[in-house]
């Protein structure tokens, strides 16, 4: 006996019943035709505060890293805390692109390309801060092994400089992967392009794609090759990030719990990022069809589940700092509840384990609006969370003696604010010049690619599969 | 945001100030372009090449012949290699007494202070007016020229004006000096007394011994100096006194040094001194004192003379007392200190300080004599140059002489009178009347300002001089360098206005001591000059007996009231003295031993006094603001910021005198509030004041934010009882109740050096030595010494009151200082901190660029030239002794005003500037050990140093010898058995860094009576 099933479907991952060619005019029209002049406005914004970020440095190589709020005991204030804020943020790029292409979410295909241009700039607004915020910033290189007269090696020991590796790392296979998955959607513009200089521009990158069976089959590869390669780097690059607190002895960074609860932080943050961008995007060039509600949806509850992870990582700090029975573990996680910086510990809690919790209604979820200010917040939250480890473990650390508080400058404050000059230049230059959705891609997971299960008008006619009954001895 | 830009009062930089419009006018340059670089420029090239030659031609750099010649080192003098420094012994004058110094001189160039440990007054040991003086030698806002009317003129001027001024010898003539004990002044003054006839000389100290003379005129009928000996004191009680530090005792180096004595404890079986401390603010003797008690500074001669009461009973010679009650006469501790003193006879000291009442120490003499300590613990010494009169009486009635018209020229020796004198006095109307006013001071100051004639001082360092220690031994003072901005010295000075001609000070103090010294003349003086002292020459000892006006003298002091409702004291500031340092640079950023604070002073109070004005006692954790209290005492009003000070005296409040400089330096000028208009002649201590909150705040730039122990192991202690029963009670195991984590594991695995470690060892190979310190806190008493002799030897920059406001303050080493207990009267710890080098130190593994590294001799050593400055070091450091240049503050310190090579010259040739964006901290003063690890080998072959020729700057300071250091693989020496002893420990054992830096525990001898 046998009993028959229907399948369920999943509703459509792009609405509105577009053509193949429709879609491509849609993602590709952006970039070919005329340059909107709220374009140029949001540019020239962007750009004002990139000057303000490259006023800010420049000043700070004039006087030195004494313009911050830095003292002893704080020695690391806002730029570390902006580099790993930036760092997390890019997270959310690498995972939809890699891990989720790994498992096969088809979803992923309206979103990717745009959250991995994300992850490329946000990770370039995180460089800068290792970087400019050392003393001596001429002789920066020789973090780098470079081979020199007096066989001068960098201390492997030091987790800066796994940071190091891992981020020029992280940053060049980032790199590669959105570049290979542009590919096929230049040759597209190149084809569609009417101007010569474009033509030229987009046929120069697209390297002589022709769509040719064996192109796609090479593609494929090396777009697999390249998720696998990224899978890790997702994992191991705010793992490492984490190293720089947890590897040192300062109570609050030094606990093993970091790696993890890094990684969903990041991830959380991220995905706050693309969704805060995604919700202005695709209303402006009216992408609603692509990036739908059922994205917003789907990206929330990753939020709530790393939000979440997050939570409960808090949560165990206290509980570990406990059962561990080290003073000055005790006494730091304490003093950060309640102690100088309670307010930034709250707003940490507020922002990062109270607002995902909303998303258990799935009608919040899918409230675009409602959806745009948590992603706002969460990411409020998440720079909190950096401040709080790295402000409030070494502003109350061993010595009560040494205890002191730190407050930023105008020229933390200018130098964050920069970065995202720096962000918003490179990501409105991306949406004006490149396809922001993977059209290839996104063409496979449209029904229309899907020819099977149709009847004569179109419309989607479930299978029926039969499912065998579990063999029961019958006497 | 914390940015203060728009605080005017603060200055980042010496360069930014200098740039001010104002004050360029003020450091204009002296003279035209040209003429500065003939006559007045001391570049270093010039001062080197100057200096070379007077060695070589001299075969004595102490020797200041006139030198025309400039030759090179074409021939190497003898005694002189280049690069290795050569040391004089000299002394350095304050007040009426100098300490034996020894003084590093790299080329002719001094460079460096250490005590003289042939000087009693030293013993080797130092203070940090010694230590910063050598920054006052080489500060460029030193006066350059004589003024006259305002305006500069040549040194010749001045001779010529005051060889015709002087010759009239009939006319009526003031000389008020400061207080000096320079055999050759004061055989300058007789001889200026005899050739003028109408000439009076009187002495005026705003802080001073007056009180303390008087007080043995009173009680013996004689002017004698008052010497205590707390090493033989098992019983110490300080009225207010606090004898350890420089600011309230010329002797403070030698008491400190033999009061910690007494209380060295290397095993169980040692015994201790009891000090007991009767004071109003919270002082660094007080913070010493085993039991404190705290009373306004008026009560504190109520209190004594209900202590002479009680025992008056039973001790002879205080009848005075019999009978006499007030409102202390059922004090507890007026009950515990009789009982105490009565079991302790001939071994006690009692001491009050010297601002208090010449009634107050007559009655403070008189005990000890009936207690039998006089000639024991306390002995009474006559000084040459003491003077049959009270100076300050005097002092007060030529004032008066001078307002009304009396002398006609007005000479004053050094002292900054028109700031320090009493307000009442109206000094500056008074010396209006003169018609010609003379000043001589280092620095063209307020003084100055108002006399016809700067003439400018030469430095104690630059000239020849000589001196009584305070038991009178006499010591020469020779100059290190040919004066840098020319200037005579008060003796030349003196000599000019007498005989009209300039003679040197050279051949001035040969002729004081040619007298002395026997026929042999010039064997005998190179012999002093060589020892810094005539080791033979000590004040002579008198015996004493009790006056019998004694009982009538001190009848009206009796009945006098302690002031009730809110008093203010003044009292000199423990940093600046009376004002005199105030242009050093170093102190005023050395962090108050007490409250932490640096460049200001404050009104220090209580908690309740302060809540009772009206000011919140609670101080903000996030910012430096601090509330301003308006305080008003007779005709006067200022304002200042109020500052809360555990262990204040309740209704009192107090405050130091010497800042509020204007027109002195660059340093000085606008730094706090000048206290002065409060002191009275009547009022020279404390005064009924009026204070309420003036509703504004203040930043005030303190190091030290967090002021509680929270109950954590940093600083262990116990009573001398506790110890005696539980010896281990300093073991981490005593204190926290169980092992070390990880300690058994290691044990099981034969290892003993700590707990388990992931890393391999980096204890260093045994054919090298092992450097290690430890820091004993049953002596250490907070002076804050060890950061100034720092300072001084490793170069470290002043970074300005806005800076260290910012928490960026760059001493290598620091004192911590602790409350804990009861917050109205705490016990209070303190506690130095250099770092610790670690064996496994965790800032070493976390540098990207391996720019700190373990040296084989087991130093933690910063590469300055490959430091990056990422601070990761800075962070992981779990004692936060790493210091990060935020700013080039070297440069900024190093470029001052128009010749920074001034400066320059103060800096140790031996040690690296640091440049910006590079972290820096305690080397265990690496240049020293590798001059000894060279000297070392060259001599014996071995590459370690024998035991105690190696010394870190800040142990060779300690007035407490709080510090030892040496070689660990040597177990004989003194810092071997120093670890072993019981009370060693080491900070935060249980994250496994090993410090080589360990403490000794403290220890206090309590009174159980008084728990």
């Known amino acids: ?475 | 945001m914390s940015d203060q830009s728009n605080q005017t009062t603060y200055w980042k930089s010496l360069n930014e100030l200098a740039q001010n419009e104002e004050y360029k006018k003020f450091v204009e340059r002296e003279f035209p372009e040209d003429a500065t670089e003939l006559s007045d420029q001391v570049s270093r090239r010039s001062f080197l090449r100057v200096m070379g030659a007077s060695i070589a031609l001299a075969g004595f750099a102490s020797c200041r012949k006139p030198v025309q010649k400039i030759l090179p080192y074409s021939r190497q003098p003898e005694d002189m290699v280049l690069g290795e420094p050569l040391y004089y012994a000299t002394s350095m004058p304050f007040q009426d007494s100098v300490t034996g110094l020894l003084i590093t001189n790299y080329e002719g160039r001094p460079n460096k202070i250490e005590g003289n440990e042939d000087h009693p007054s030293s013993g080797g040991k130092t203070s940090i007016f010694h230590q910063a003086s050598i920054l006052g030698l080489y500060d460029p806002d030193r006066s350059r020229s004589p003024i006259r009317n305002g305006e500069k003129v040549s040194k010749e001027e001045f001779v010529q004006f005051a060889s015709s001024h002087f010759a009239d010898r009939n006319q009526s003539l003031l000389f008020i000096d400061e207080a000096t004990s320079s055999p050759t002044y004061h055989r300058i003054r007789e001889e200026v007394l005899s050739a003028f006839p109408n000439a009076d000389w009187v002495t005026y100290e705003p802080f001073s011994d007056d009180n303390r003379i008087e007080g043995t005129q009173i009680a013996f009928g004689e002017r004698l100096r008052t010497v205590p000996h707390y090493d033989k004191a098992d019983l110490v009680i300080a009225l207010d006194d606090d004898f350890m530090s420089p600011h309230a005792s010329t002797n403070s180096v030698e008491n400190s040094l033999k009061l910690t004595a007494r209380r060295k404890v290397e095993t169980a079986s040692d015994s201790m001194s009891r000090i007991y401390s009767v004071e109003n603010a919270l002082t660094s003797t007080g913070s010493y004192a085993d039991h404190r008690l705290r009373l306004k500074t008026s009560q504190i001669a109520p209190f004594t003379y209900a202590l002479a009461a009680k025992l008056s009973s039973s001790l002879s010679g205080l009848s005075a007392f019999i009978g006499f009650e007030n409102e202390f006469s059922s004090h507890k501790w007026i009950e515990v200190l009789a009982n105490e003193l009565l079991s302790n006879r001939g071994t006690s000291v009692i001491s009050a300080s010297r601002e208090h009442s010449a009634e107050l120490h007559a009655v403070v003499a008189v005990l000890n004599h009936a207690l039998g300590n006089s000639g024991n613990t306390v002995t009474y010494h006559r000084i040459p140059h003491n003077t049959d009169r009270n100076e300050r009486e005097a002092f007060i009635s030529a004032v008066e002489e001078l307002r009304n018209g009396t002398y006609d020229t007005v000479v004053l020796v050094g002292t900054n009178i028109r700031q320090t004198a009493p307000a009442d006095l109206a000094f500056e109307e008074a010396l209006s009347r003169a018609q010609s006013t003379i000043h001589l001071s280092e620095y063209a100051d307020e003084t100055s300002a108002i006399c016809n004639w700067h003439v400018n001082r030469a430095h104690y360092i630059e000239s020849w001089g000589d001196g009584l220690s305070f038991t009178g031994q006499r010591s020469v003072i020779q100059p290190q360098i040919l004066p840098l901005f020319g200037g005579l010295s008060e003796i030349e000075f003196l000599n000019l206005l007498l005989t009209g001609e300039e003679i040197s000070g050279h051949e001035l103090v040969q002729q004081t001591w040619s007298s002395s010294l026997s026929s042999d003349f010039r064997r005998e003086w190179e012999t002093i000059l060589h020892n810094g002292l005539d080791q033979e020459s000590h004040f002579p000892e008198v015996s004493v007996l009790l006056n019998n006006q004694f009982e009538e003298a001190v009848q009206s002091a009796l009945t006098q009231q302690a002031v009730s409702g809110i008093e203010l004291t003044v009292k000199p500031d423990s940093r600046i003295f009376d004002g005199r340092f105030a242009n050093i640079g170093w102190l005023q950023e050395l962090p108050e031993p007490m409250t932490k604070i640096t460049w200001d002073n404050v009104a220090l109070m209580s908690a309740a006094t302060a809540e009772k004005i009206g000011i919140n006692p609670t101080r903000s954790f996030r910012n430096n603001d601090v509330p301003l209290v308006r305080i008003t005492s007779g005709n006067t009003t200022i304002e200042i910021a109020a500052w809360i000070e555990p262990g204040h005296a309740d209704d009192s409040i107090t405050l130091t005198a010497g800042f509020g400089r204007k027109g002195l330096g660059r340093v000085a000028d606008g730094v706090g509030v000048d206290v002065y208009p409060f002191r009275n002649t009547n009022a020279m201590l404390f005064a009924a004041a009026v204070a309420e909150p003036a509703g504004r705040t203040y930043e005030v730039a303190c190091v030290q934010d967090h002021h509680s122990l929270e109950g954590r192991d940093m600083i262990r202690t116990a009573t001398l009882e506790q110890y005696k029963e539980n010896p281990d009670f300093a073991s981490f195991e005593s204190f926290h109740g169980f092992k070390v984590p990880g300690m058994k594991e290691a044990l099981a695995k034969g290892d003993d050096r700590g707990p388990i470690s992931l890393f391999n060892e980096q204890y260093g190979p045994d054919h090298q030595p092992q450097w290690g310190m430890a820091i004993d806190l049953n002596a250490c008493f907070g002076c804050g010494v060890c950061t100034i002799a720092c300072q001084a030897e490793n170069n470290i920059p002043v970074i300005g009151k806005r800076e260290v406001g910012r928490r960026r303050i760059m001493h290598w080493i620091r004192t911590d200082r602790y409350y804990e207990g009861d917050p109205d009267n705490p016990s209070v710890y303190h506690q130095p901190v250099p770092c610790m080098h670690c064996e496994l130190a965790p800032c070493e593994q976390v540098c990207p660029v391996a720019a700190t590294t373990h040296s084989e001799d087991g130093l933690n050593q910063m590469t300055y030239n490959r430091c990056i400055g990422t601070r990761y070091c800075a962070n992981n450091c779990p004692f936060k002794v790493r210091r990060f240049n935020f700013f080039n503050y070297t440069k900024e310190y190093l470029t001052t005003g128009d010749d920074p090579e001034i400066i320059q010259m103060a800096m140790n040739p031996d040690v690296t500037v640091r440049f910006r964006g590079v972290i820096e901290k305690c080397t265990y003063c690496v240049q020293r050990i590798n001059r000894g690890k060279i000297a070392s080998k060259i001599a014996t072959g071995s590459r370690k140093p024998a035991d105690g020729t190696v010394k870190t700057a800040c142990q060779q300071a300690c007035p407490a010898n709080a510090i030892t250091f040496g070689d660990l693989t040597d177990k004989n020496s003194v810092i071997s058995r120093s670890k072993r002893n019981e009370r060693n420990y080491v900070m935060l054992e249980e994250i496994n860094v090993r410090p080589r830096t360990s403490y000794l525990a403290r220890l206090t001898n309590k009174n159980p009576e008084l728990g």
């Not at chain 1, 304490?334 to 990062?352: E, K, V």
């Not at chain 1, 449209?446 to 029926?464: L, T, W």
Request: hydrophobic share 50%; charged share 10%; aromatic share 18%.
């Open chain 1, 1 to 475: 006996m046998s009993k028959t099933y229907e399948y369920v479907p999943e509703p459509a991952l792009v609405k509105g019943n577009h053509s193949f060619k429709d879609i491509t005019a849609m993602v590709t029209d952006i970039n070919i035709r005329p340059t909107p002049t709220g374009w140029y406005i949001a540019f020239g914004i962007s750009n004002l505060l990139l000057l303000l970020l490259l006023v800010s440095i420049a000043w700070l190589f004039w006087e030195g890293t004494g313009i911050w709020g830095l003292n002893q005991p704080v020695g690391w204030g806002w730029a570390i805390i902006n580099f790993v804020w930036w760092v997390g943020i890019g997270h959310a790029g690498t995972l939809i692109s890699a891990i989720l292409f790994l498992f096969r979410q088809g979803w992923r295909t309206a979103i990717n390309r745009f959250a991995e241009a994300m992850t490329i700039f946000a990770v370039m607004c995180a460089g800068i801060f290792p970087a400019i915020h050392v003393g001596r910033i001429w002789v920066i290189y020789w973090v780098f092994p470079l081979p020199n007269s007096m066989a001068m090696w960098p201390n492997f020991n030091s987790p800066l400089l796994w940071d190091v590796f891992a981020v020029s790392t992280y940053f060049t296979v980032s790199f590669l992967f959105w570049y290979v998955g542009l590919v096929p959607d230049l040759a597209t513009i190149r084809d569609r392009i009417k101007s010569k200089y474009g033509k030229l521009i987009y046929g120069t990158f697209a390297l002589g794609w022709r769509g040719s069976n064996r192109h796609w089959w090479n593609y494929e590869k090396s777009y697999m090759i390249l998720a696998g390669l990224a899978t890790p780097l997702v994992l191991s690059v705010h793992t490492i990030v984490s190293f720089d607190f947890a590897v040192s002895i300062i109570p609050g960074w030094h606990t093993t719990i970091f790696p993890p609860y890094f990684v969903a932080g990041a991830v959380f943050s991220g995905f706050a990022m693309v969704l805060t961008l995604m919700i202005i995007v695709r209303k402006i060039y009216g992408l609603q069809d692509i990036m739908t509600d059922d994205h917003i949806e789907k990206m929330n509850i990753i939020i709530l589940v790393t939000g979440s992870m997050v939570g409960f990582a808090y949560a165990m700090e206290f509980f570990i700092a406990w059962y561990g029975q080290v003073e000055y573990e005790k006494a730091i996680f304490i003093l950060r509840a309640t102690g100088p910086y309670a307010w930034a510990y709250w707003i940490m809690i507020a922002c990062n384990v109270l607002s995902p919790q909303f998303f258990w209604s799935k009608k919040l979820r899918r409230n675009v609006a409602f959806t745009f200010i948590i992603s706002i917040v969460v990411n409020i939250g998440m720079w909190f969370e950096r401040f709080v480890i790295a402000v409030t473990s070494l502003s109350t650390d061993y010595l009560p003696s040494s205890w002191g508080y730190y407050s930023p400058t105008f020229w933390d404050v200018a130098t964050y604010i920069g970065t995202f000059g720096l962000f918003f230049t490179f990501f409105l230059l991306f949406l004006r010049f490149l396809p922001m959705i993977a059209v290839a891609e996104l063409k496979g997971v449209m029904p229309q690619a899907d020819p099977h299960n149709y009847n004569d008008k179109g419309e989607f006619v479930p299978p029926k599969v039969e499912v065998p009954q579990p063999y029961t001895k019958t006497s």
